[in-house]
């Protein structure tokens, strides 16, 4: 079981693409013609943040195979991380698409895999002020990488694919063979034989297929910085990490263990909020740290990010799964997982439908109508305190002998009042068609329940997780 894995998931989604990291946002946006206006609240309740739209038709929907927005997240913050530590000269040429230098794949180990010892070496061409020396000790250190027998370990060589595979290799403990290395039916170009056993491993991995230009996997002689960062990057998401034992063998292949639940009443993103608490009930016998929990368990979970649907924007709802209680056993589930579908799609039933409406109604229609006032008197605030120091520099700059700069001052106080004057305007169309939208939208809700339904979560519908 992984327990490295993001509880935080979009339920049921196929994603546009991820927010920054760390951060749970729940966006109090009330639907504009313009998107100017939108109020957020951020707790630190979460990794990653999956936006986008979400579709949950009557079939089953998956986000498995989605977890490449979660890779290319962490791959691209490695080599954000990697070209910040180069040195000037390195750092201006630095192109993410060209070959991975020995140098570069020493650090991306290294961060990756969040290496902590590394001892001195001998290697006469690794000086004191080289950009990834320590970076370099610590997968020398690891055994994960060598030099050269001249004592050199030559770090601004590019380093072929194969080579890179025999180091990933080290990594993973796979069953492999010394056959041609195929993949997706096609021969792997420029592995000599001596790479085939491990190449054929890091194929056994499944994470080649994720890499960025699978074509190019295969018929290049190396790999891209890119693609070795999504390589590790797939490796830390899809692997158990251990690394108590030193580096070599750390990364191995875990089961999933699937819970099937069904929940106990409607979570959405119309209504929910950040931290909002709600109960599922298990379908089916699952075993989890040792312990059978059978069907009927209580499964408690929390609402970890909400955005509130907007035009052309259905929304999204978060949850994150926290735990399974029956009777006196109690465990907490895996901090991460990896995919998970809907399998029924239900409808709140009509009678239920008018009597919450009035009541969301008027909650929606109020905060839009409040944040539109509250903007706008931001928006006056602004105004105010530029226009006071617009005139400010007016006066001060023509007592100072700069006439020029003053009247240039006084031009920009009548900028600032037009501005004002836009962005209010605009403030009080957006807010009007805010409102209108609102109101729309919980009749057609009462009508049409299932045109606003891929936002929401509603009871009895059976959801499938895999951690």
Aim: glycine fraction near 8%; hydrophobic fraction near 40%; charge should be neutral.
């Amino acid at each position: 079981m992984k327990r490295e894995l993001l509880t935080t998931m979009c339920v049921l989604c196929v994603t546009a693409g991820v927010a920054s990291a760390r951060d749970s946002i729940q966006a109090y946006s009330h639907p504009t013609l313009f998107g100017s206006q939108s109020h957020a609240l951020l707790t630190a309740e979460s990794d990653v943040i999956v936006g986008g739209k979400i579709y949950k038709p009557c079939h089953v929907k998956t986000i498995e195979g989605k977890q490449n927005v979660v890779v290319g997240h962490y791959a691209k913050q490695m080599l954000s991380n990697m070209q910040a530590k180069m040195d000037k000269k390195r750092g201006s040429l630095y192109d993410p698409k060209m070959p991975v230098l020995r140098s570069e794949l020493a650090f991306l180990i290294s961060e990756g895999l969040g290496l902590s010892k590394g001892d001195s070496t001998k290697y006469t061409d690794l000086t004191d002020g080289y950009w990834a020396k320590s970076e370099i000790e610590k997968a020398l250190t690891a055994d994960i990488m060598i030099g050269y027998p001249d004592s050199t370990f030559q770090p601004d060589k590019a380093i072929t694919k194969a080579e890179v595979f025999c180091t990933f290799a080290k990594l993973m403990n796979l069953e492999s063979n010394a056959s041609a290395p195929m993949l997706n039916g096609q021969t792997i170009k420029y592995v000599p034989e001596w790479a085939y056993q491990a190449t054929n491993e890091v194929i056994a991995s499944g994470l080649l297929n994720i890499l960025p230009n699978t074509d190019k996997v295969i018929n290049d002689e190396y790999l891209s910085k890119e693609q070795v960062a999504y390589f590790l990057s797939a490796m830390k998401r899809n692997f158990q990490i251990d690394l108590s034992n030193g580096a070599i063998g750390c990364a191995t292949k875990y089961e999933p263990v699937a819970i099937k639940i069904k929940l106990s009443e409607r979570i959405s993103a119309r209504t929910s909020n950040v931290n909002d608490t709600f109960t599922a009930k298990t379908t089916d016998d699952v075993t989890l740290n040792g312990v059978c929990f059978p069907a009927g368990s209580t499964v408690k979970g929390i609402v970890s990010s909400v955005a509130r649907p907007g035009v052309k924007n259905p929304g999204y709802v978060e949850v994150r799964f926290e735990s399974i209680t029956n009777g006196e056993n109690c465990a907490c589930f895996p901090k991460k997982l990896s995919s998970a579908q809907v399998n029924v799609m239900k409808n709140p039933n009509v009678i239920s439908r008018i009597l919450g409406a009035p009541f969301s109604m008027v909650g929606r229609v109020a905060g839009v109508a409040g944040r539109t006032v509250s903007e706008g008197a931001e928006v006056i605030a602004n105004g105010v305190e530029e226009y006071g120091g617009n005139w400010s520099d007016a006066f001060a700059d023509t007592a100072s002998l700069h006439p020029l700069k003053g009247l240039k001052s006084v031009g920009s106080s009548f900028i600032t009042v037009g501005k004002g004057v836009y962005n209010l305007s605009k403030l009080a169309v957006s807010g009007t068609f805010g409102v209108l939208y609102e109101f729309v939208d919980e009749c057609k809700y009462i009508i049409l329940p299932s045109t606003t339904n891929d936002s929401s979560l509603n009871p009895d519908e059976e959801l499938t997780i895999l951690f």
